[in-house]
């Protein structure tokens, strides 16, 4: 089993930044994709970014190209989410998750991607 421990969210203002951090524990071995979703109040969970390990296929959501970026330390098992120039509408409870795709690297790194073990989640809220 896979454990997944997410930390990094708070509240900043308009325009700042966070970093979400997450860690995958246990059976590391079965990870190979590894990705952000986000769920506000009374929205349906969204697929921020993912990225399939050891290789650069990454996947943004339309709305946070360019101001976040995804990226892995394999050695820690540690897959990061940098979030920049934040708005209100970025408010929400994000979680990670890790799935194992086997050479899927395409649909890893793709907005059908749906995540399989899932972190607790670590609230954002970005006030205007």
């Known amino acids: 089993q896979v454990q997944l421990v997410e930390s990094g969210g708070g509240s900043v203002q308009a325009g700042g930044s966070l970093r979400l951090s997450c860690v995958a524990s246990g059976d590391t071995y079965t990870i190979n994709c590894m990705g952000w979703f986000r769920q506000a109040p009374g929205k349906e969970r969204e697929l921020v970014a993912s990225?399939?390990?050891?290789?650069?296929?990454?996947y943004y959501a339309d709305s946070v190209k360019g101001r976040f970026t995804i990226s892995q330390d394999n050695a820690q098992n540690t897959v990061y989410l940098e979030m920049n120039r934040l708005s209100p509408e970025d408010t929400a409870m994000y979680y990670c998750?890790?799935?194992?795709?086997?050479?899927?690297?395409?649909?890893?790194?793709?907005?059908?991607?749906?995540?399989?073990?899932w972190g607790q989640g670590t609230q954002v809220t970005v006030s205007s």
């Open positions: 990225t399939y390990r050891g290789r650069r296929n990454t």
């Open positions: 998750a890790t799935d194992w795709v086997g050479g899927s690297y395409k649909y890893c790194a793709s907005r059908n991607w749906g995540g399989k073990t």
